[in-house]
């Protein structure tokens, strides 16, 4: 009898052990995706209530203006935004805007969250303050935009402005500053705002009493890469008294910069012919047809996205991980293997930027320059970088090669 009842306990542990095994795996193999808001508590019972009760949209634990919906159900965004009075007016990018018979807008953010469900973040706007504050304005080049008359801000001033848009085409790099010498005047980062990527430039210019910081936020929009320009002026806070020096240091901390050029980069729109090739608006049209033709074309356009930069120009989420993941629809994840082009990489060889190289078998050709950067890029064909840097020998002297 003891036998047989220490034999179920062992059986019965052996099975929780198992149990907690594959939730491991499971968890390890899916966790950019299970993790990409952070702690995945919320959006795992907004699945739960999505799969066992009639909700089509659910609203997000702890937040009040975050819903979830499978991605199937498209149209169902429209659908409870007209419940709450707005009609759907246009869509940009992952925004959809809406508007209200009163005049009220709101902006309902789309990103998808794995496969097969969808987050919504719906922002919405009255005809206070918050209206009267933006403006739109269309610059020389057909490009229209909105962006803030004023920040709101006691201590922070604008010297450039309104801010500058340019549309270019290309693919999206960015080659950050070493650690090392983040003190420098001019800084390059890479950053995430929500689910969209920028790269960020910043110059800085000492002046009396003041910082004048100037400005270049590089994005992939539509298939074209946006970049918004600016300049902003920091007074020094250590010249204030201390109430004033401590109120100073706190607005610094808490203006966020990052989330009001995102919000000036949704409203951009320009003239539709000059992106009705790029694969990000091939998609769009496919993707949100219901014809079975398009639904094949959409697959085969999927074929073309082969790696992160394909994934970031076709317009797709990027996970909140380091490195940067993109995840396309139909749930593949691309990591960010590089940080330029290979043109950029050639550019930097004949130039005698170069200190040495680094090359791998899967064609990643890593460069440390001679000011402590990295160009990390994929060439063509293997030992291509060998050939390149051979041809400036004469010129740039010696360069060493290190080969994977």
């Known amino acids: 009898m003891i036998f047989e009842h220490s034999s179920k306990n062992k059986k019965f542990l052996l099975v929780i052990t198992l149990v907690i095994l594959v939730i491991g795996i499971f968890a390890f193999m899916y966790s950019p995706v299970i993790f990409q808001e952070g702690n995945p508590w919320s959006e795992i019972k907004g699945i739960i209530q999505l799969k066992f009760s009639d909700a089509d949209i659910v609203q997000l634990s702890g937040s009040d203006n975050k ?11 429209h659908n409870f935004m007209k419940t709450k009075g707005y009609e759907f007016t246009e869509q940009m990018g992952s925004g959809y805007f809406f508007k209200s018979p009163t005049g009220q807008s709101a902006v309902a953010t789309h990103k998808y ?8 973040t719906i922002t919405e706007n009255s005809n206070g303050s918050d209206n009267n504050l933006w403006v739109t304005i269309t ?3 057909g490009i229209t935009y909105q962006y803030p008359k ?17 549309v270019e085409s290309g693919n999206f790099s960015c080659v950050e500053t070493p650690q090392e010498k983040s003190s420098m005047l001019e800084i390059t980062s890479q950053r995430l705002v929500d689910n969209r990527i920028y790269c960020v430039n910043v110059k800085n210019e000492g002046a009396t009493g003041s910082v004048y910081s100037s400005y270049v936020y590089t994005t992939p929009l539509r298939g074209k890469l946006v970049l918004v320009s600016f300049v902003l002026r920091y007074p020094n806070c250590v010249n204030y008294d201390e109430e004033q020096s401590r109120a100073c ?4 901390e808490a203006f966020d910069l990052d989330a009001t050029v995102d919000r000036i980069v949704q409203t951009i729109k320009w003239d539709s012919t000059l992106n009705e090739n790029t694969l990000a608006s091939q998609l769009f049209k496919c993707l949100v047809s219901s014809y079975s ?11 073309q996205i082969t790696d992160f930069d394909s994934c970031v120009m076709a317009g ?8 940067a993941q993109c995840q396309t629809i139909d749930g593949r994840i691309f990591v960010q293997e590089t940080n330029s082009t290979w043109e950029q990489a050639l550019l930097a060889v004949n130039n005698c930027e170069v200190r040495k190289a680094f090359q791998k078998h899967s064609l990643i050709v890593t460069l440390t320059l001679k000011n402590g950067n990295k160009l990390i890029a994929t060439e063509p064909q293997i030992d291509d ?10 010129k740039c002297g010696k360069i060493p090669i290190a080969t994977e």
């Open 316 to 323: 797709f989420s990027i996970l909140k991980s380091n490195p």
């Open 139 to 141: 610059n020389d080049n």
């Open 67 to 77: 819903f979830m919906t499978e991605s199937k159900n498209g149209m169902m965004i």
């Open 249 to 252: 240091t706190s607005e610094r």
């Open 385 to 394: 970088i060998i050939t390149v840097v051979r041809n400036v020998e004469s």
């Open 150 to 166: 004023e920040l709101l801000a006691k201590y922070i001033s604008v010297a450039g402005w309104p801010p500058t848009i340019k």
């Open 293 to 303: 033709e398009d639904k094949e074309k959409c697959d085969e356009l999927l074929k």
């Open 113 to 120: 969250y794995g496969r097969y469900y969808s987050l919504w």
